[in-house]
């Protein structure tokens, strides 16, 4: 089993690397943090792409069994999920393939491109994100299709985690930041020194 926890990581905090945590140890795998460079379905990010990445790689070599993956990074046009969960099948072969989702990104899942075709590549870890619950077409999805033991096959499945996740947010993170605020309790050293160093987030006006 391999997982990837996709994000726009902008930018990545302590609540990615704790989710992505938490998803290795109930999966008994690594994880791969997958950054996606154009995001279909929200606002553009603040920080560039090239700028996200840097940040990314910062945090995942401090953090043992998380990889940055820049599989969507090397692809032009926007980075859909059913196109990154393709090319990784093509990549890792027959291997059980994990999509990690928070409640509220897997609450709009009827909004991704081709969503239902998600399983056809792979399976799907959903973890319970602070103030998100499963609702409508995606909670009708997950009945449909949960599965404890999502390594018995290659995909196919949704298993709903229980574990609290941290109350971390990228937009909780920039306000801070672009109010003069200091983030540094919610970020990976590397990440906080970074920013700073380029001035990420801070208010232009
Ligand atoms: P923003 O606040 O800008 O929307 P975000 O903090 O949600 O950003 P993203 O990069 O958009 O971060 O999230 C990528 C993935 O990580 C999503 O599936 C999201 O649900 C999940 N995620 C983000 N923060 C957490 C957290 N604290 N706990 C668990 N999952 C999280």
Not at 70 to 75: G, K, S
Request: proline share 7%; hydrophobic share 45%; charged share 20%.
């Amino acid at each position: 089993m391999i997982a990837f926890l996709g994000g726009t990581f902008d930018p990545v905090h302590n609540g990615h690397l704790h989710a992505a945590g938490v998803a290795a140890e109930a999966l008994s795998c690594p994880v791969r943090l997958v950054l996606s460079a154009h995001p279909p379905h929200r606002a553009p990010p603040e920080a560039s792409a090239e700028q996200r990445w840097a940040l990314l790689e910062l945090a995942c070599a401090a953090e043992a069994g998380v990889d940055a993956d820049d599989v969507e990074m090397r692809r032009v046009g926007p980075s859909y999920t059913v196109d990154t969960l393709r090319a990784l099948r093509l990549r890792h072969g027959g291997e059980p393939l994990c999509w990690i989702v928070g409640t509220d990104a897997f609450n709009d899942i009827h909004a991704w491109r081709r969503w239902r075709e998600v399983l056809e590549f792979g399976h799907l870890l959903v973890l319970p994100r602070p103030g998100a619950v499963l609702e409508g077409a995606a909670l009708k999805f997950y009945r449909e299709h949960r599965c404890p033991d999502l390594e018995r096959c290659p995909a196919g499945g949704i298993r709903l985690l229980d574990e609290a996740m941290l109350p971390v947010s990228a937009s909780a993170v920039r306000a801070l930041i672009a109010g003069g605020g200091d983030a540094g309790h919610l970020l990976p050293q590397g990440v906080t020194a970074y920013i700073r160093r380029h001035g990420l987030y801070a208010r232009s006006d």
